[in-house]
């Protein structure tokens, strides 16, 4: 089965923000590291339910897994949960960042 990635617009700002972040410091490396993680969010396409359920998946209403991508220190979850065959891409946190809480989902709202 394949499954439909949707990105929502929170998850789209972090990763415009991260990528914002790289560009400022070493704009090839940004582009490079953008390049890489929409191929890794690509992959949920097809096996979504390889990936683990993320720390913080008991504060949400539905079952959501995260996703790892990068290295060293440039290391992000992407948070994403899946509904029938639609993968929906919810966060993308930086490791260094804590856990989500119930003020941060509140917030986002």
């Known amino acids: 089965m394949t ?6 617009p ?7 923000k991260a990528y914002n ?6 704009p090839e490396f ?5 390049k890489g993680l929409m191929n890794t969010i690509a992959t949920l396409q097809d096996k979504p339910y390889r990936c683990g359920l ?3 998946h008991k504060i949400f209403v539905e079952e959501v897994r995260q996703l790892l991508y990068g290295k060293s220190k440039n290391v992000y979850r992407v948070l994403f949960t899946i509904r ?4 929906s891409i919810l966060y993308v946190r930086h490791t260094a960042q804590a856990p989500m809480t119930m ?3 509140e917030n986002s709202i």
């Open 84 to 87: 029938d065959s639609i993968v």
């Open 103 to 105: 003020d941060d989902l």
């Open 10 to 16: 929170i998850a789209e700002q972090q990763i415009e």
């Open 54 to 56: 993320a720390v913080e």
């Open 21 to 26: 972040w790289y560009r400022e410091r070493n």
């Open 30 to 34: 940004a582009d490079s590291w953008f």
């Open 3 to 8: 499954f439909q990635v949707e990105i929502t």
